[in-house]
């Protein structure tokens, strides 16, 4: 496969004389794998498909060594969803949902309800966490985001955001973000013939991974110069393990974990992965 067509990647580009930095994002294998790890409706993977290019176009906005996180909290039928992304690449994500409430068809403002949107840097104990908050009370995911960068960040920004599943059933999402680069000003008419350009693209087009990202950029981009970077990749890989919930139950007094045990053993499933640790009281005994 040729470095045009790869996927799980997000391909970073300028737009210099027009003072505009930018990103594309294509994800297969990463969002396949993730959805895939639980039983999702159609309409909540579709959402979490959105989430999971979404965060990994944001956290190459950002310079940071630790965990970028992508949280969604609603009192609509999908309650909750996380999305995280390291800066070494892997990323994990899942949701939480009242299946009654879930239509198959369901639009992206229709599962939210009300609620907000949390972006989150954490980089570990010795730097100062940050968190920023915005109200989901758009109709898409893009205008959320757009609304964020404009409240909170001062900068302008525009991202194409689509999601499908393929008839193998594979997910495929993809992403293109525009931002004007910190610093700069952009003319209200610069914007004008931006959006007009990315009004051109169609969601089937971002989706269409067998056309090299390089021509992509071109059709649209052709009129003005482009630099291109190379691209970052990414993974589905989930941090839990078992030394990390044995770390976790060690926190708890002997009677708490006691309490736990169900026929002298205790299981415990990653809400990420899905995955299930499966402890013996006596390992349990010996953590303590």
Not at 215 to 231: A, M, S
Not at 264 to 273: A, D, P, T, V, W
Request: net charge negative; proline share 2%; hydrophobic share 40%.
């Amino acid at each position: 496969m040729t470095t045009s067509l790869m996927v799980d990647i997000s391909v970073p580009f300028l737009l210099p004389a027009l003072y505009l930095r930018g990103q594309i994002v294509r994800l297969q294998n990463v969002t396949t794998t993730i959805i895939n790890q639980h039983a999702y409706p159609y309409s909540i993977a579709k959402v979490l498909a959105d989430l999971l290019v979404a965060g990994s176009a944001l956290s190459n906005l950002l310079k940071y060594k630790g965990v970028f996180t992508l949280q969604i909290k609603t009192t609509g039928p999908m309650r909750l969803a996380v999305v995280d992304v390291t800066s070494a690449g892997h990323i994990r994500g899942y949701t939480q949902f009242k299946s009654q409430e879930v239509e198959k068809e369901a639009a992206f403002k229709d599962l939210l309800g009300e609620g907000y949107l949390v972006f989150t840097v954490d980089q570990g104990r010795e730097v100062d966490r940050y968190q920023a908050i915005v109200s989901l009370n758009h109709d898409t995911l893009s205008e959320a985001l757009v609304h964020y960068f404009q409240q909170s960040e001062q900068l302008e920004t525009r991202i194409c955001i689509a999601s499908h599943r393929t008839k193998e059933g594979n997910w495929k999402s993809s992403a293109l973000l525009l931002q004007q680069m910190p610093s700069q000003t952009i003319e209200a008419e610069t914007w004008h013939y931006v959006e007009a350009l990315l009004n051109t693209l169609s969601s089937e087009e971002l989706l269409d991974f067998s056309v090299p990202y390089e021509t992509l950029l071109y059709r649209l981009f052709h009129e003005t110069d482009i630099t291109v970077f190379d691209p970052i990749g990414y993974k589905a890989q989930c941090r839990c393990s078992e030394e990390r919930i044995k770390t976790f139950l060690n926190t708890l007094s002997l009677e708490e974990v006691e309490g736990l045990l169900e026929n002298g053993r205790l299981k415990i499933s990653c809400e990420f992965c899905n995955h299930v640790y499966d402890f013996e009281r006596k390992d349990i005994i010996t953590i303590h």
